[in-house]
């Protein structure tokens, strides 16, 4: 079987290794241009583009180079894990192209699926292996896993579904399984799940700990401190009577916590601006200013 790989992030790599690794014959990958990090830095490779030089593979970055390259070296599946770009009609049109989708669809199509079921509160969610058509993740499912979330951080989601969505592809590529299948149509109501805004990690005081918590789970969510950003990276509900909004407070000994509106959030640790992380105690013996409040 011949394929093609489409993916730019790290997360991809997981799929391309799983290709390689079961001696699949992979003609090309396919990811986005190499961007600019920083002011007066050099052009940076995605993490596929890099795994695929070190493997010898031959890598394209434009998508008229991919219409050319499917006329002379046709491929029977292509492969698309975040690759970040819209594959057009054209080309969608080649080979079967398979998608690999981190929610229960027909829930969260989109950008950010498991971001979104989290701020959700969702208690599951799922990976799908899906046949891609023109619609934005419309097309027919092959299979579907669940997952319980189990409050589980983003970071342990995306990996729980990555092993399981790595599953799913070599076991539908076995045998041409997948060349010989129908997909099922999607069915239920849709959802969507649009990119986070960077507002969005903000937490709000005036809100509750437990939509707080949810945030937390994304794993970049923020309150202030004197003006200064102070992301929390691990957190948990605490029980307990409710201080002055933003005020900590002493959950048990040498454990401290932020109280909200609506309960109150026991703290592990947090990464100030401009410094690592560091347990939340520790960071509160070296605040100057007191009384300390989080806005």
Request: neutral net charge; charged residues 25%.
């Amino acid at each position: 079987m011949k394929i093609a790989f489409f993916g730019t992030p790290e997360l991809s790599n997981a799929y391309l290794r799983a290709l390689l690794d079961a001696h699949y014959d992979v003609r090309y990958v396919v990811t986005r241009p190499d961007k600019r990090r920083g002011r007066g830095s050099g052009l940076t490779p995605s993490p596929v583009k890099r795994l695929a030089n070190e493997k010898g593979l031959a890598v394209l970055t434009s998508l008229s180079e991919v219409s050319e390259r499917a006329e002379s070296d046709p491929v029977d599946v292509s492969v698309v894990v975040a690759y970040g770009r819209i594959i057009p009609k054209d080309l969608l049109s080649k080979s079967l192209f398979l998608n690999i989708h981190y929610s229960l669809l027909p829930l969260y199509r989109g950008a950010a699926p498991m971001e979104r079921a989290i701020l959700a509160g969702d208690e599951k969610s799922g990976v799908c292996l899906m046949a891609m058509d023109e619609g934005l993740d419309t097309g027919g499912v092959f299979e579907r896993r669940v997952i319980e979330l189990d409050h589980m951080y983003l970071d342990e989601v995306s990996l729980g579904m990555t092993q399981i969505g790595v599953d799913l592809l070599l076991e539908w590529l076995k045998d041409s399984r997948v060349l010989s299948s129908e997909p099922k149509e999607q069915s239920g109501e849709a959802t969507y799940a649009p990119k986070i805004d960077p507002l969005e990690y903000r937490i709000a005081i005036s809100g509750s700990a437990e939509q707080a918590l949810r945030r937390v789970r994304l794993g970049r969510a923020y309150l202030s401190l004197s003006t200064k950003k102070v992301i929390i990276t691990r957190a948990s509900l605490a029980s307990g009577p409710a201080g002055e909004a933003g005020s900590v407070i002493e959950v048990s000994p040498g454990k401290y916590g932020i109280a909200f509106k609506e309960g109150n959030l026991l703290v592990d640790s947090v990464k100030p601006e401009g410094r690592g992380p560091m347990d939340f105690a520790a960071f509160l013996r070296g605040v100057r200013e007191k009384p300390i409040i989080f806005e």
